[in-house]
């Protein structure tokens, strides 16, 4: 069974920065493409950043320039390094990758999502 199991949320003070981690257990070969998204309370679940297996990124407008997805193939590991955080970056921020299983099928999944508050 293929987990995507998020860490490295919490509280931070504005201007502050915290890096996420999404690491891939279970049986699997690697990890294809890749993702960020965050949904804050009564508000709908939103990309926050793709990166596709090649590496191509694409980033929302509100976290360019401050958030860096970046991958280690080796450890079948995707992290979110966020600088920078503004109060409205508050929000549980969820991993989903594509990834190919041993079976050479591919698959969808979704961590269990992290919570990130920005406040003083």
């Known amino acids: 069974q293929v987990q995507l199991v998020e860490s490295g949320g919490g509280l931070v003070q504005p201007g502050g920065s915290l890096r996420l981690s999404c690491a891939a257990s279970g049986r699997i070969f690697s990890i294809n493409a890749a993702g960020w998204y965050r949904q804050a309370p009564g508000k709908q679940r939103e990309l926050v950043v793709a990166?596709?297996?090649?590496?191509?990124?694409k980033y929302a407008d509100p976290v360019k320039g401050r958030f860096t997805i970046s991958r280690d193939n080796a450890k079948n590991t995707v992290y979110l390094q966020m600088n920078s955080l503004k109060p409205e970056d508050t929000a549980v921020y969820y991993c989903?990758?594509?990834?190919?299983?041993?079976?050479?099928?591919?698959?969808?999944?979704w961590g269990q999502g992290t919570q990130v508050t920005v406040s003083s």
């Open positions: 990166m596709t297996r090649g590496g191509t990124t």
């Open positions: 989903n990758a594509d990834v190919t299983r041993w079976s050479f099928t591919t698959g969808e999944y």
